[in-house]
């Protein structure tokens, strides 16, 4: 090779060493400082429990502090909003669950785009919603239910929590899915469905079941079935819906939660995170601390929660419309 062109190589080289070297010096190393978890739920609540499990784990992979901060509002706006308007830097992160893909498609307008201005990091958390009836009721399996209820159109009652939570629209999506005429009946809570349930008010309500299993355990509710994929470890003799075939052979609801920075985050540092939360969840005493809750730790990554919220959001907005719920 002729000497002047060696010596412009060795010169390109050098000088693209040096600005990689000038631009590793200009971004500051992750983490510099404590990081904050934005939960949209207050404090106490699974969402909460859970996001503190693994903050702990995490500031202790990360070396830096770990803060919670609950900012509950409707849709989880106040939470939302306060996350995507954060520096991009990786040490604002937000809470987001399946109620996160409800509110998307719910809300006619919202403050931010879940898909457009977050970047997913990793799944925490899934766990199972029931439909559950008084131990005294007349039915005894989800077969019963569903027999009663075509043979008396409009006279079956499912209570659920607010109007737009994931358990509404799971009995929404339950009944279209079933083929039945049913009336669904949305109480301020699950508190006040488990009473109007005992009490005979409505025929049957829609939950999640953690907050069901102390009354199943004590024999004042009866669980027909779980509507996720498989039965649930806590109720290993209750049936998953699907389990009653025909056109519910496929049904699958289950709620879960995860964590995502805002959007233009670098993507070495989402990747960080994503790895660092993984290995949290998958620790055994934090899969304990979810079980507790009733709750199944399993990790993800930024992609598969991408596709899993991306997904929601287009089943819910199906379900929306087909309900005739008005969008908020």
């Given at each position: 090779?002729?000497?002047?062109?060696?010596?412009?190589?060795?010169?390109?080289?050098?000088?693209?060493?040096?600005?990689?070297?000038?631009?590793?010096?200009?971004?500051?190393?992750?983490?510099?400082?404590?990081?904050?978890?934005?939960?949209?739920?207050?404090?106490?609540?699974?969402?909460?429990?859970?996001?503190?499990?693994?903050?702990?784990?995490?500031?202790?992979?990360?070396?830096?502090?770990?803060?919670?901060?609950?900012?509950?509002?409707?849709?989880?706006?106040?939470?939302?909003?306060?996350?995507?308007?954060?520096?991009?830097?990786?040490?604002?992160?937000?809470?987001?669950?399946?109620?996160?893909?409800?509110?998307?498609?719910?809300?006619?307008?919202?403050?931010?785009?879940?898909?457009?201005?977050?970047?997913p990091v990793s799944m925490l958390a899934h766990f199972d919603l029931a439909i559950a009836v008084s131990a005294t009721s007349r039915f005894k399996t989800l077969a019963e239910l569903l027999a009663w209820a075509r043979a008396n159109p409009g006279k079956l009652n499912i209570g659920t929590p607010q109007i737009g939570t994931t358990?509404?629209?799971?009995?929404?999506?339950?009944?279209?899915?079933?083929?039945?005429?049913?009336?669904?009946?949305?109480?301020?809570?699950?508190?006040?469905?488990?009473?109007?349930?005992?009490?005979?008010?409505?025929?049957?309500?829609?939950?999640?079941?953690?907050?069901?299993?102390?009354?199943?355990?004590?024999?004042?509710?009866?669980?027909?079935?779980?509507?996720?994929?498989?039965?649930?470890?806590?109720?290993?003799?209750?049936?998953?819906?699907?389990?009653?075939?025909?056109?519910?052979?496929?049904?699958?609801?289950?709620?879960?939660?995860?964590?995502?920075?805002?959007?233009?985050?670098?993507?070495?540092?989402?990747?960080?995170?994503?790895?660092?939360?993984?290995?949290?969840?998958?620790?055994?005493?934090?899969?304990?601390?979810?079980?507790?809750?009733?709750?199944?730790?399993?990790?993800?990554?930024?992609?598969?929660?991408?596709?899993?919220?991306?997904?929601?959001?287009?089943?819910?907005?199906?379900?929306?419309?087909?309900?005739?719920?008005?969008?908020?």
């Amino acid at each position: 090779m002729p000497t002047k062109r060696r010596f412009l190589l060795n010169l390109a080289s050098l000088a693209a060493a040096g600005g990689a070297a000038r631009l590793a010096q200009a971004q500051p190393a992750f983490p510099s400082r404590p990081l904050r978890i934005v939960v949209p739920n207050a404090a106490g609540g699974g969402a909460d429990l859970t996001a503190r499990a693994v903050g702990q784990k995490l500031a202790g992979a990360l070396g830096q502090p770990v803060v919670i901060e609950n900012k509950p509002s409707a849709g989880g706006v106040v939470a939302g909003e306060q996350v995507a308007r954060a520096e991009a830097d990786g040490h604002t992160l937000l809470l987001i669950s399946s109620g996160t893909a409800v509110s998307a498609a719910l809300f006619a307008r919202q403050p931010f785009d879940a898909l457009a201005d977050f970047a997913p990091v990793s799944m925490l958390a899934h766990f199972d919603l029931a439909i559950a009836v008084s131990a005294t009721s007349r039915f005894k399996t989800l077969a019963e239910l569903l027999a009663w209820a075509r043979a008396n159109p409009g006279k079956l009652n499912i209570g659920t929590p607010q109007i737009g939570t994931t358990q509404h629209l799971a009995a929404e999506l339950f009944k279209l899915r079933a083929g039945i005429d049913a009336q669904t009946v949305p109480f301020n809570g699950t508190p006040p469905v488990i009473t109007a349930v005992r009490g005979g008010e409505i025929d049957a309500m829609v939950d999640i079941l953690g907050p069901l299993m102390s009354n199943i355990q004590g024999n004042a509710l009866r669980a027909l079935a779980v509507m996720g994929p498989a039965r649930a470890p806590e109720l290993p003799q209750v049936p998953t819906v699907r389990e009653s075939g025909g056109s519910l052979k496929d049904f699958d609801v289950s709620s879960w939660n995860g964590l995502a920075v805002p959007a233009k985050t670098p993507p070495a540092i989402v990747e960080r995170l994503s790895r660092e939360v993984q290995q949290a969840v998958a620790l055994p005493e934090v899969r304990q601390q979810l079980q507790a809750l009733n709750l199944t730790a399993q990790g993800s990554s930024p992609q598969q929660l991408r596709e899993r919220l991306a997904g929601d959001i287009r089943r819910w907005s199906e379900v929306i419309a087909a309900a005739k719920i008005p969008r908020l």
